[in-house]
């Protein structure tokens, strides 16, 4: 059984945006497993709320869980960011955990 959310190309985006995220998670330090969690989650949640909002009646109740999901985006990027900060050096490999406050190549603008 289809449900008409499944048809929603921007459904379908999600889903294949969270099966990205969560691959691309998957090579993270064990250290940093909290910020995995936040990445995940709010990449899984846009999907879920498009689902959710596209069944409800009212169109209020519909705007609702769509501006919930592009909210999860906007929190996806937030922790993209954060993350790049913590656990990435500048040639895009992922930092041991160990090495977070020891960083020999921090930022250029010399903020830690």
Known sequence: MTFQFEKLLVYQKSLDFADEVCTATEQFSRGYGFLVDQLN???????????????????????????????????????QNQSELVIHRPNGQIRDKESFGNDPCPPKDGTT
């Open 41 to 79: 989650r709010a990449a899984l949640s846009i999907s879920a709320n498009i689902a959710e909002g596209s069944v409800r009646v009212t169109s209020a109740d519909r705007k609702n869980f769509f501006g919930i999901a592009r909210g999860s985006v906007q929190e996806w990027v937030t922790q």
